[in-house]
């Protein structure tokens, strides 16, 4: 059975664009050799951190939203670990409310990037 996650990977800020493009593309496809589906990717760039990691600033954030078994999760977080690119990495298990959540935000019915419909702007007036 194939689990819902959320991957977010913070990746050093020395590396170049191409590297970047180059280890999220490992990972994506580790995710499907391992038996998983790439349900959503969202590449944020560089952000400032909360507090230094590693003496670094700043960050290359990506998140990824795939379905995968869950012995695929402790194969990915051991690549993680051996990567030292990668400041730090966070996989999250998602209920079917996340899911269902995380589809209405792409599509843009909730959060920041809400679409507003003709009866709110209506209102508004």
């Known amino acids: 059975m194939l689990n819902s996650y959320e991957l977010a990977l913070i ?10 493009k180059q280890s ?4 994506k496809n580790l995710v499907k050799k391992s038996g998983g589906e790439l349900v ?7 952000k400032q951190l ?12 990506f998140v990824l939203e795939f379905s995968a078994p869950g012995e695929a999760i402790a194969k990915l977080e051991i690549q993680f670990k ?6 730090r990495f966070l996989t999250i298990r998602l209920d079917k409310y996340a899911v269902e959540y995380n589809r209405k ?4 019915l909730v959060g920041r990037n809400k679409k507003k419909t ?5 209102a508004k007036k």
């Open 24 to 27: 999220i593309k490992k990972y």
């Open 105 to 108: 935000k792409r599509l843009g």
């Open 82 to 87: 051996r990567d030292e690119n990668i400041l």
């Open 40 to 46: 959503h990717e969202d590449f944020w760039g560089l």
């Open 118 to 122: 003709a009866e709110e702007e209506t």
């Open 11 to 20: 990746f050093s800020p020395v590396m170049s664009k191409d590297e970047v």
């Open 50 to 61: 909360a507090y230094p990691i590693k003496k670094k600033t700043t960050g290359i954030y």
